[in-house]
């Protein structure tokens, strides 16, 4: 009996240990509930969030861009972003294995971001094209998740790439019409809430704001004549290899840019693959001495002054002393010749034009300067404009007036000389060049011009610029059967840093010319940047305008002269 009663009291003590240790363990789990109920809560719940809840932005639809026949330019297409949360990748090499030969990326790089512990949410690949991703959707890859996004594409590659720009991984425009006319194009990026279960798999979306796509841009540009353009650029390229080469063309009546160009091309879907030179658009905003294609400029301001007519006879002789400046023909001449305003202008004669303006004065010249809009932006609607370089009245050395009457000592960008062209062409009118036709198809304003110059004076100018094509003229073996052609070339020496002066081995060849001469209808201008081989604008630059010329007036049914 006593035997049984010592067995049952030690298993009685058994039993009264057993249950208080899991009367222990049961206030032990009470206490720790009660600590992540209270003290850890918020904690735990963002956790629980950040792993189920996921606020994603979704980019707005960004709008189209294309020319004035609605030939696509930019556009955007459906895409993924491809994310994943490491934390619920179980296997990460195998699952690294499968995404790499879909993703197009290396398996080593995806195996260190599926590894990352300390994120629960990275980027795998951003804007893959949605069709590419459907192999994705089939693997149904616990912790892999597709978000709707979109890509920018450019279907024409090179056309016009300096000009429209390109865009950022996330869709904001990062240079050209894509970042100046960004607030049109981007729209309003949406909100959207994704629940995900234990698996990480989507159970419900819910958009927090809604996407609101971006507005469509129709430019002034004609897809042709740019594609022409380019082409014409592309050949001046092969023949002279030059540093880079620019081209406009315009309706100089309403300041329509039709065409803009640069060479090198750039393919706007590879960007990266281009130098930095080549991906500005330099006939924007690259700043140049002009050389003779400005004398139109003190010629004209000397006409509306009174000072000279189309016909007042000037003994000029082969040098022309200025201060310390001595300016000399460039052809070279030995003895005095007697010419004509017209004569000069059409002969580029250098001791002529600094004739010219120093009859003018210095402080008309420096007015008439900036009433064409040099030194200062046009107010054109182009991105990222230059503004060139003028120097001031104040600034004025004795001998400024032997080079800026010839265009040196100034610089100008190519749109600032084309704008100003365009307003002897249209009459004297000055009108801001303009690139965007419309938005989201309602027509944009014409912009306003103001006349800087009389009809008559600009006449007179226009029937001067024709004799540079004629026998004797800078440009006489630029012609179109049918077309009565005026302009003007430019042959630059370009400043030498190191020596202070100008070199003698780097030049900008230009050309700036209009048809028909007596009521132009066209524009064109090209500016070669050091060619190599030929350096004059008659040679180099001309034949460009020519060759441009011959394809878009008849494009354009402008009737011959």
Do not use: C
Not at 314 to 329: K, M, S, Y
């Amino acid at each position: 009996m006593r035997g049984s009663a010592a067995a049952t009291k030690l298993i009685d003590r058994r039993i009264a240990l057993l249950f208080a240790a899991f009367a222990g363990l049961l206030a032990f789990a009470a206490l720790r509930a009660a600590y992540l109920g209270t003290v850890k809560a918020p904690s735990l719940k963002r956790a629980a969030i950040s792993q189920q809840v996921a606020v994603v932005d979704v980019p707005a639809r960004r709008g189209t861009i294309t020319d004035r026949h609605g030939v696509d330019l930019a556009v955007s297409e459906p895409a993924e972003d491809v994310a994943a949360d490491p934390l619920l990748i179980k296997q990460p090499l195998t699952v690294a294995r499968q995404l790499a030969p879909i993703l197009g990326q290396p398996e080593q790089q995806l195996l260190e971001q599926l590894t990352d512990r300390h994120h629960g949410f990275v980027y795998l690949r951003r804007a893959f094209p949605s069709v590419s991703a459907r192999p994705l959707e089939k693997l149904n890859i616990p912790g892999i998740e597709l978000i709707p996004s979109s890509r920018r594409i450019y279907p024409q590659k090179f056309l016009a790439s300096q000009l429209l720009g390109f865009v950022g991984i996330d869709g904001g425009g990062l240079t050209g019409l894509e970042y100046s006319e960004d607030r049109v194009l981007h729209g309003h990026d949406g909100e959207r809430r994704i629940v995900k279960d234990a698996l990480g798999q989507p159970i419900s979306l819910q958009d927090e704001h809604a996407m609101r796509a971006g507005r469509s841009l129709q430019l002034t540009l004609d897809s042709s004549i740019q594609d022409q353009t380019e082409k014409v650029l592309g050949e001046v390229g092969q023949s002279f290899s030059p540093k880079g080469a620019m081209a406009l063309v315009m309706d100089p009546r309403t300041g329509e840019l039709l065409a803009l160009a640069n060479w090198p091309r750039v393919d706007a879907n590879d960007p990266s693959g281009a130098p930095d030179y080549a991906k500005q658009d330099r006939a924007v905003q690259a700043a140049y001495e002009p050389g003779s294609t400005f004398k139109p400029f003190t010629v004209s301001a000397a006409l509306e002054q009174g000072v000279v007519t189309p016909d007042t006879q000037f003994n000029l002789p082969p040098v022309i002393q200025v201060a310390d400046r001595t300016i000399h023909e460039a052809e070279g001449r030995s003895g005095y010749e007697t010419l004509s305003t017209a004569q000069i202008l059409a002969q580029s004669s250098n001791v002529g034009a600094v004739t010219i303006g120093l009859r003018l004065g210095a402080p008309a010249f420096d007015r008439w300067v900036r009433r064409f809009g040099f030194g200062r932006a046009t107010r054109s609607d182009l991105p990222a404009e230059g503004t060139g370089i003028v120097p001031s009245l104040a600034r004025y050395s004795g001998s400024s007036m032997g080079n800026l009457p010839i265009g040196q000592g100034l610089a100008v960008t190519p749109l600032q000389m084309a704008t100003a062209y365009a307003a002897i062409a249209n009459g004297g009118i000055l009108r801001p060049a303009h690139v965007v036709r419309g938005v989201d198809g309602k027509a944009t304003r014409l912009p306003r011009g103001r006349r800087i110059m009389s009809a008559a004076t600009a006449a007179s100018v226009r029937t001067m610029l024709e004799g540079v094509l004629a026998a004797g003229g800078t440009a006489s073996e630029v012609s179109i059967p049918g077309y009565q052609l005026a302009g003007k070339t430019g042959t630059a020496q370009k400043p030498d840093p190191k020596t202070g002066g100008y070199s003698d081995t780097k030049y900008v060849a230009s050309f700036v010319g209009f048809a028909p001469a007596k009521d132009p209808k066209l524009l064109v201008a090209v500016m070669v940047d050091e060619p190599q081989g030929e350096h004059l604008g008659g040679l180099v630059a001309a034949p460009a305008v020519q060759q441009i010329m011959q394809f878009v007036l008849p494009y354009l049914r402008i009737p011959p002269s």
